[in-house]
């Protein structure tokens, strides 16, 4: 079994700062791609940022600049460092990985989630 899990949502105020982890663990192998998506209310789903195993990275528009998206492949771990944040910001936030398993299959995960509302 692979699991994704988030940590590090919660209330912040306009132009505030908050930093996300997701940990995997499990029978992994290996992880190349890793993701954050988001979905706001009443939105679809949307990619925020994307790193793969070379630690090449890819930005939507609206957080260029103010987002920053990380790994350390030691742990696992994929980050999301969020400065200037702003309401619009605010929605749930999935972090995704592409991951090879013990038994050599390769298999797309999600987290469960967590919250970040931006507001005063």
């Known amino acids: 079994q692979v699991q994704l899990v988030e940590s590090g949502g919660g209330l912040v105020q306009p132009g505030g700062s908050l930093r996300l982890s997701c940990a995997a663990s499990g029978n992994i192998l290996a992880i190349n791609a890793m993701a954050w998506y988001r979905q706001g209310p009443g939105n679809e789903r949307e990619l925020v940022a994307i790193i793969t195993d070379g630690s090449n990275t890819n930005y939507a528009d609206s957080v260029k600049g103010r987002f920053t998206i990380s790994r350390d492949n030691a742990k696992n771990t994929v980050y999301l460092q969020m400065n200037s944040l702003k309401p619009e910001d605010t929605a749930v936030y999935y972090c995704?990985?592409?991951?090879?398993?013990?038994?050599?299959?390769?298999?797309?995960?999600w987290g469960q989630g967590t919250q970040v509302t931006v507001s005063s």
């Open positions: 995704n990985a592409n991951i090879r398993r013990t038994d050599f299959v390769w298999s797309n995960y």
